[in-house]
């Protein structure tokens, strides 16, 4: 049974930090793709950033490159997400997801096992 926890959500101000953690149980992050997503209320999901699995090379949307680091640590089999210069566009839902194989997608549908997410809420 796997499962992913993510923790670290809450408020923040414009300009700001937070920092996302996601903990895996039952599943290795360390050889598989894990991705950070975000969604709002009456949109898709959106990729935010993925390491990919075994080499660890990371991937970034435009939205959020130079300010979001994905970062792994596979003696704790976790993935985090490091927030710095938040804006309130960056308010959402923030799930963490992963595959059983090592390369990163952009799309939603290509993950299979998901968080319940966090909340993230910038105020201005």
Not at 65 to 87: C, E, P
Request: charge should be neutral; hydrophobic fraction near 35%.
């Amino acid at each position: 049974h796997v499962q992913l926890v993510e923790s670290g959500g809450g408020l923040a101000q414009a300009g700001g930090s937070l920092r996302l953690s996601c903990a895996a149980s039952g599943h290795i992050f360390g050889t598989n793709a894990v991705a950070w997503f975000r969604q709002v209320p009456g949109a898709g999901r959106e990729f935010l950033a993925g390491v990919r699995g075994s080499e660890g090379s990371t991937y970034y949307a435009d939205s959020v490159k130079g300010r979001f680091t994905i970062s792994r640590d596979n003696a704790k089999n976790s993935v985090y997400l490091q927030m710095d210069s938040l804006k309130p566009e960056d308010t959402a839902v923030y799930y963490c997801a992963t595959r059983t194989v090592h390369f990163v997608e952009l799309s939603p549908e290509m993950y299979i096992y998901w968080g319940l997410g966090a909340q993230v809420t910038v105020s201005s």
